[in-house]
């Protein structure tokens, strides 16, 4: 990314800017991406002072005060056993970004690794290994990470495992497109001259190269993580009550919705805001990574 | 497509084949004898090898279309899902049309109005759109449309009108997503020379539009359809459980409460390979309707008959 210093009155250098820099530079001149970058700060900090935040302890019981329509002791109104929705919320906000967050890191790692490998070595390895992201795609994503979540129990742990294999897919898929377009570049054959290993190849020169579209497949897919992980736990699946998971909560506030619907709004609302907050994130830094996209 | 579906099944089996708990106990009920244990193990064939459950269960899936019997309930898993599969079908037949016919428009009408209200207005539900879980959405609009307006029926099975909520909760996204991606799709073409030569030539805005933008346009939005397919099978799921529709994804909610095996292993290998039919008829459209993918077609043929 060239960019020529005028500020430093017009000297002839031309400075190259990292681009961290320029990127972030764009990032902070598109609002919506700064809103969606500041309420998912907010979320983060929300779960990690989530014991000073809440007012309640998340599975204090208060057995004379259930089903209590919002009021100024509870703002967002009690469940049926009287524990507090808003510190639950609160608190629930640790299991979602958590989930969220490493589940994507871990697919992406993973997607990564392979894609680049297919891209990089092509023929045979390319072959097996897509053929092998074929068949995890010709099942629907959802029906997969609820198959492996069977198998593998409820728990923080599993479903975390169970979330990521359904995101290993489209990172590889995307890691292997960017590796085939820098396949040829005149710096792997630089860094094969010099005898660099292939795994040195791979790690430091293929990845770091073919990484934007990955990492703006990864922002938006941390939203669609939180909803899944979300759906796992409503339908009985995934971190299981009485842990203030937000779709276990939303599940355990269907039956009553007729008398008290504020047990499935404001889980409902937290999750939609998260992942607002992180596909606005995504948009904008995909548009500026991508500078001719938004012109 | 038999590969496909070979592999599909194979991939599950192999998932489910780690599946913690003896499925046998599960249906003796309480203190079976040893001998009953043994003797229902030698029934369902549990006793075999990895490689011959693998072998029979594949064989009956490609040669007799027969995906074995409930655990639980003993029923053949086949007739089940054939009986359910016409209302999942119905119900992501109905999500498709919403998507295509509402999410198009809305993407064309935004891209062509950019920055201006309709466009800002339509992004911006959109954006709500692909960030609400649907399964809340579904109970929102249960809330609001039977609970406080008494308008349309909450759950069951009756009439088109049990059929609106829960096409609306499971189409919503998709409709989103297809509006997002015809927009940034539309917003790339119209930018192109050809839309400018058009232009320089003096056509009407409106048959540039249709003529030339839109179908150049609408080639990668084909293919976010085959994606929103699987993203409806599988929206069933929930979607189903929650309004009482006794289709493929409840039973595969119900299959998982029971640990039946056979059932859950039955519905995600039946939904992938509706979704692989589906994809497969998507592709061949594509290379119907793009003419540089029909023109590849032909030119193989041609180098073909010339060897």
Known sequence: MLNVATAEGGTPKVKRQSEFVVVARRLSQNSSAVVGFVVAALLVLMAIFAPLIAPYPYAKQDLAHTREAPSAQHIFGTDELGRDVFSRIVWGSRFSLSIGFLAVLIATAIGMLFGAMAGYFGRVVDDIIMRLMDLLQSIPGILLVITVSVVLGPGLFNTLLALSIGGIPMSCRLTRAAVLGVRHEEYLEAAVSINASTPRIILRHVIPNSFAPVLVSSTMMIGNVIMMAAMLSFIGLGVQPPAPEWGSMIAAGRSLIRTCPWMVTFPGIFIMLTVLALNMFGDGLRDALDPKLKK | ?307
């Open chain 2, 1 to 307: 497509m038999i590969p496909v579906i070979v592999g599909v099944t194979i991939l599950v089996f192999t998932i489910l084949y780690f599946m913690p708990g003896d499925p046998v106990r599960l249906m003796l009920g309480a203190e079976p004898t040893p001998a009953q244990v043994a003797a229902k193990r030698q029934e369902l064939g549990l006793n075999d090898s990895y490689l011959v459950r693998l072998g029979r269960y594949v064989e009956g899936i490609v040669l007799h279309f027969d995906f074995g019997k409930s655990w639980i309930y003993n029923t053949p898993v086949t007739s089940e899902l054939l009986q359910r599969f016409p209302r999942t079908l119905t119900i992501a037949a109905i999500c498709m049309f919403l998507q295509i016919c509402v999410g198009t428009p809305l993407g064309i009408i935004a891209a062509v109005n950019r920055n201006g209200l309709g466009d800002r207005l339509s992004m911006f539900i959109a954006m709500f759109g692909i960030s609400m879980p649907n399964f809340w959405l579904a109970l929102m609009l249960i809330l609001f449309f039977s609970v406080k307006l008494h308008w349309l029926p909450p759950y069951g099975l009756g009439g088109l009108k049990y059929y609106i909520l829960p096409c609306v909760a499971n189409a919503f996204p998709g409709i989103a997503t297809q509006a997002r991606q015809t927009r940034s799709s539309m917003l790339e073409v119209i930018r192109s020379d050809y839309i400018t030569t058009a232009r320089a030539k003096g056509m009407s805005e409106s048959r540039i539009l249709l003529r030339h933008a839109l179908p150049n346009a609408l080639l990668p939005v084909i293919t976010i359809i085959g994606n929103g397919i699987g993203m409806m099978l599988g929206g069933t799921v929930v979607i189903e459980m929650i309004f009482a529709i006794p289709g493929i994804g409840w039973y595969l909610v119900g299959g998982i409460g029971n640990r039946d095996v056979n059932v859950v292993q039955g519905c995600v290998i039946f939904l992938a390979i509706a979704f692989t039919l589906i994809m497969l008829l998507v592709d061949l459209a594509y290379a119907f309707i793009d003419p540089r993918v029909k023109a590849q077609f032909a030119g193989q043929k041609r180098r073909k008959q010339r060897a």
